[in-house]
């Protein structure tokens, strides 16, 4: 059985600016271990029917202004990044050309002006009435006393285009941002570092997507293949369904695989995570236009009886031994070697999973073998530490390991998965 | 099996998506860049304080049709890095927006957010008389404004904010310092805050 859910976008109101990215962090990650900083605010509402129409008065008087066409060209393509390129549903609409040189946030005509007054360090500012978290009306305002507007700016010249695209973000209600290659940072220097807003980055995306929903259609998950693996995880499993888009997210229960490929919209590959636990877990994926999952869908089976080892041993250096078999297993693990000295000083073994570690009275060559169980899921890593003591000579150290097979049987009754044995390197 | 709704997640999956963004170059863009040299420079008083009355007064404003909702900040001094106020001094700063006589909200992208000015604490760069006599505003408009935070260490520190001419967090202290440097002409003795009983803190 499968279910569909689709999830309708939140929406914040108000003038609050709180940001966001403590929360994006904490709950991010729950889901995924990708690195996290959204940092985009909302400043005044949002748009009834998400989309807000805007008047221009192309009146820049500076010389690498433009002509009126030009400015107006300017000005429509910094809406429409927002509208082509923000990936929600808000939309931008141009009205056509006013002669406002004022604000007035009530009168119903939305308009972007150059004012020959000073700004100081303010370059733009955006004006908005809002009502219960509905904007009513914005106006925006470029001041050009003290600072030269250009369609292709220079040194000591600001871009008409990025600037825009800043404050009409503004305008669709958002506030500032504190991640440094977003549109929405508070400022700006002249020339490139202001030609460089023109491209709204993943954090205002983010922001518009928050405030309107993305405008993706919902994903559907018709298959997990094959829909079975070993409970460590790491099989490459194909997922196919419909809106598969890159940057989804898919877990298995409650833990995320890691996307290897996403083919077209229909056809994605990821690698299994661990689990939790043997046995069918549902399967999600998660696009910006929704989540679906199915239930049931893969199913971790008993790992089979191995041990790995991780790195080389030498002196001061770790190396890791993986052990996987039956769940809760009692796995008994001994070192020795066959020449050198006869008895071997300092050796240590760290359960990574804080396991109980016992000596049992049962010699394995030249060192009593230790115990401890494996995981819920059949696992258990051990990490080794070469000791650092010269007088030793290592050679021909082995490990051997046995996993106890049932319960109540005694350790002469193990079954030896590994006699593994390695060389240490001084 | 029916699953949960986690609405949460779809407003983070942008997020969950992306990599993490730490590197230059700056974009963005109410402000010209500034630094906090030219902030301290700029600045006609520079003061820690806290806020201790808001009002909202409707007057007309340049280039504004009709009558603007502006926020007027009573400002008590807590301590004085710039100019002639000294402890104890009222200051108030005033800036457009608010709430208009029919209940909708006017913001302005360039002001800063009162209720930030409320929570705690400030660190203000003022720009005097900038409205009338009396009537400061903060110098360069929302980049004039930082909170400032006693940490459970007992350390006090300036929070910055990123884009903003203070963009990292500071102790106070050594801002302190790094502003009379830029502008040595500006020295008050410190003064500790009071507490909310008025009792000099400890």
Same mark, same amino acid.
């Given at each position: ?5 689709? /999830? ?12 966001? @990215? ?19 605010? @909302? ?39 927002? !509208? ?53 009306? &914005? ?20 871009? /008409? ?64 293949? #094959? ?64 989540? *679906? ?32 078999? +039956? ?6 693990? $001994? ?6 000295? $006869? ?11 804080? $396991? !109980? ?11 009593? #073998? ?17 000791? *650092? ?38 | 099996?029916? =699953? ?35 902030? $301290? ?17 409707? %007057? ?18 807590? %301590?004085? &890095? ?16 608010? !709430? ?15 209720? *930030? ?34 940490? +459970? ?22 801002? =302190?310092?790094?502003?009379? %440097?830029?502008?040595?002409?500006? @020295? ?15």
């Amino acid at each position: 059985m499968r279910t569909l859910n689709l /999830i309708p976008p939140k929406r914040r109101s108000g003038t609050g600016r709180r940001i966001l @990215t403590a929360a994006a962090v904490i709950l991010g990650a729950l889901v995924t271990s990708t690195s996290v900083l959204e940092a985009y605010s @909302t400043f005044c509402g949002v748009h009834p029917g998400d989309q807000s129409t805007y008047y221009i008065n192309p009146n820049f008087m500076d010389a690498g202004a433009g002509n009126t066409a030009q400015q107006i060209a300017a000005l429509q393509a910094a809406a429409d990044e927002w !509208t082509s390129n923000g990936g929600s549903q808000f939309q931008w609409i141009y009205n056509g050309q006013s002669g406002k040189t004022s604000i007035s946030t009530g009168d119903g005509q939305n308009v972007i002006y150059a004012d020959p007054g000073n700004g100081g360090s303010t370059l733009a500012e955006t004006w908005c009435s809002s009502s219960g978290g509905t904007i009513v009306g &914005w106006d925006m305002r470029f001041w050009e006393g003290d600072h030269n507007w250009s369609i292709s700016p220079g040194s000591g010249e600001f871009d /008409i285009e990025g600037v825009a695209v800043h404050e009409l973000g503004h305008a669709l209600g958002l506030g500032h941002s504190s991640v440094s290659n977003a549109s929405m940072y508070p400022s700006t220097s002249s020339g490139q570092g202001s030609i460089n807003i023109r491209s709204i980055e993943n954090d205002d995306k983010a922001g518009v997507v928050f405030l309107y929903g993305s405008s993706l259609g919902p994903p559907m998950l018709t298959s997990v293949s #094959p829909g079975n693996g070993y409970a460590r995880g790491g099989e490459t499993i194909t997922l196919t369904g419909t809106d598969f888009t890159a940057g989804m997210s898919v877990s298995f229960g409650e833990n995320s695989a890691t996307v290897l490929n996403v083919s077209g919209s229909t056809q994605c590959t990821v690698r299994a995570p661990k689990a939790d636990a043997l046995g069918a877990v549902d399967v999600s994926v998660q696009t910006q236009g929704g989540m *679906d999952s199915l239930a049931s869908a893969y199913t971790y089976d008993q790992n089979p009886l191995s041990v790995s080892f991780t790195g080389t041993p030498r002196v001061n250096k770790v190396f890791q031994v993986v052990v996987y078999g +039956p769940p809760n297993a009692e796995y008994v693990v $001994a070192i020795g070697q066959t020449e050198g000295p $006869a008895t071997i000083k300092g050796l240590e073994f760290c359960f990574a999973r804080d $396991a !109980t570690l016992e000596v049992v009275g049962k010699s394995f060559g030249n060192r009593p #073998p230790t115990t401890a169980n494996l995981d819920a899921t059949g696992e258990i890593s051990l990490s080794y530490t070469v000791p *650092d003591d010269q007088s030793l000579v290592f050679e021909n150290l082995y490990l051997q390991g046995a996993v106890n097979t049932g319960p109540g049987r005694a350790i002469d009754d193990f079954v030896v998965t590994n006699c593994v044995t390695v060389t240490v390197f001084p | 099996m029916l =699953r949960t709704i986690r609405p949460l997640l779809l407003a983070l999956l942008p997020a969950l998506a992306m990599p993490c963004i730490l590197a230059p170059p700056l974009h963005g863009g109410c402000f010209e860049e500034v630094s906090l040299d030219t902030l $301290a420079r700029d600045a006609g008083q520079i003061v820690v304080g806290r806020v201790r009355k808001v009002t909202t007064v409707m %007057e007309e404003a340049p280039g504004v049709e009709g009558l603007v909702p502006f926020q007027e900040i009573e400002i008590k001094v807590f %301590e004085s &890095w710039k100019g002639d106020l000294v402890f104890g001094d009222r200051v108030t700063l005033r800036f457009p927006g608010g !709430t208009l006589p029919d209940g909708s909200m006017l913001t302005v992208s360039t002001s800063p957010a009162t209720e *930030d000015l409320l929570d705690g604490p400030q660190l203000l760069f003022i720009q005097e008389d900038c409205f009338g006599p009396g009537l400061h505003g903060l110098c360069h408009k929302a980049l004039g404004s930082y909170s400032v935070e006693r940490r +459970p260490d007992g350390t006090v520190v300036v929070q910055g904010q990123e884009g903003h001419p203070v963009a990292r967090t500071h102790d106070l202290r050594e801002l =302190r310092e790094r502003v009379s %440097e830029i502008v040595p002409e500006a @020295t008050q003795p410190p003064r500790e805050p009071r507490d909310r009983n008025g009792g000099e803190r400890k």
